[in-house]
């Protein structure tokens, strides 16, 4: 996972570099909780760019860093996911409260 | 030798989290033989990794012991067996409930089954307290019959 903190904006970026289920959840779901406690960010942003597989263990993922978030008077965003990715957060109800940006499709391709 | 199905695996691991990356690649590898397209693909290993998941963290809970897979092809279709030696589901009508978890201080978010459910066309829960769960899911690869009919016209 790559941490991104934008004074500026105070916007907090964990950039996933592991695909996402119970056991690489447990591994980050700690460190995300510190640097959000840490910078206090007006917004944290779960980018999923890097990756190709998430399971239902990112739900909670980003539920709990949602709620903490929150606590904390900031928002969240999750950018970049697939099909798949896209499906499991319609279907378990978060991007009914949780804004969510779709991957870039190349340009061309149809 | 010809056999009931076309082609069959087995897999056996210790009940590791570690392991979710391995049995769901495992899975999807043997499948591509079938030539899935990569949704189809992407729907079996997200299915596949919220079973074994199951039988880890609710099956096995803190103990260490063998998560079963089997995988089948037969015609354009895959049938997958996740099954475990673990503590058992009382109650597997509840346990299936969208957003029902018995564990949710872990972040379980409820929606195993669920997935499972949607992403597969057929999904059964078979399971005895103190004797473990089979989870026996189907799916039918779309993308093979699309290609057939396409040699058909050709």
Redesign the interface.
């Known amino acids: 996972m790559i941490v991104e903190f934008n004074k500026n904006s105070k916007q907090l970026t964990f950039k996933l570099t592991e695909d996402v289920d119970q056991h690489t959840v447990e591994k980050v779901r700690r460190k995300m909780d510190n640097e959000i406690k840490g910078y206090s960010p007006r917004k944290v942003v779960f980018d999923f760019s890097n990756i190709a597989f998430m399971d239902s263990a990112g739900i909670g993922m980003v539920l709990g860093r949602y709620k903490l978030a929150k606590m904390l008077n900031g928002n969240l965003e999750i950018i970049n996911v697939n099909k798949s990715m896209k499906k499991i957060f319609d279907m378990s109800g978060v991007s009914r409260i949780i804004n969510i940006v779709e991957e870039d499709k190349n340009e061309g391709v149809i | 030798m010809k056999g009931l199905y076309d082609n069959e695996m087995k897999l056996e691991f210790v009940s590791k989290?570690?392991n979710?990356?391995f049995a769901?690649i495992a899975v999807a590898a043997f499948v591509s033989q079938l030539d899935p397209t990569i949704?189809e693909l992407?729907?079996i290993?997200?299915a596949v990794?919220?079973a074994v998941?199951n039988s880890?963290?609710h099956g096995y809970e803190d103990e260490e012991g063998i998560v079963k897979i089997t995988a089948k092809l037969f015609g354009n279709t895959v049938e997958i067996e996740v099954s475990d030696n673990g503590k058992g589901i009382s109650n597997v009508e509840e346990a299936r409930k969208?957003?029902y978890t018995s564990k949710p201080n872990?972040?379980?978010?409820g929606?195993?089954f669920?997935?499972m459910e949607?992403f597969m066309d057929y999904v059964n829960v078979e399971s005895a307290v103190g004797l473990g769960t089979k989870v026996t899911m189907k799916k039918k690869i779309m993308s093979m019959e699309d290609e057939k009919e396409t040699c058909i016209e050709a």
């Open positions: 989290t570690n979710e990356a769901r949704d992407s729907d290993k997200t990794s919220e998941t880890i963290i969208p957003l872990m972040e379980r978010s929606m195993g669920t997935i949607s």
